[in-house]
Nanobody, 125 residues
């Protein structure tokens, strides 16, 4: 199955921006619906964003809508999460995920087959 490696996390001040990358190997990224999830200490893993195989449609969790944007470059086998206007409550470990069985998009973690290792995003006030 596809393997995912995430990068781009780090420490940023409130109002700043970060761009996360999710590089796929082993299978073409175009075969997979992509999702982004995050998990803060003491909290359940929550949905952040998802994008269809062709990158035509996206869907976002309400709290990040208008600030975050997900995209993909299938030729580079890479998906992205652009995070702008970051807030301290965005602090979490962020995960990318891939599904070969969802043909539009999904907000449900159980629908995803492969997961990245996670990357820490910390937003200071």
């Amino acid at each position: 199955q596809v393997q995912l490696v995430e990068s781009g996390g780090g420490l940023v001040q409130a109002g700043g921006s970060l761009r996360l990358s999710c590089a796929a190997s082993g299978r073409p990224l175009s075969s997979y619906t992509m999702g982004w999830f995050r998990q803060a200490p003491g909290k359940d893993r929550e949905f952040v964003a998802t994008i269809t195989r062709n990158g035509v449609a996206t869907y976002y969790e309400t709290s990040v809508k208008g600030r975050f944007s997900t995209s993909r470059d299938n030729a580079k086998n890479t998906a992205y999460l652009q995070m702008n206007s970051l807030k301290p409550e965005d602090t979490a470990v962020y995960y990318c995920a891939a599904s070969q069985n969802v043909y539009t998009y999904s907000t449900q973690a159980a629908d995803y087959d492969s997961w990245g290792q996670g990357t820490q995003v910390t937003v200071s006030s």
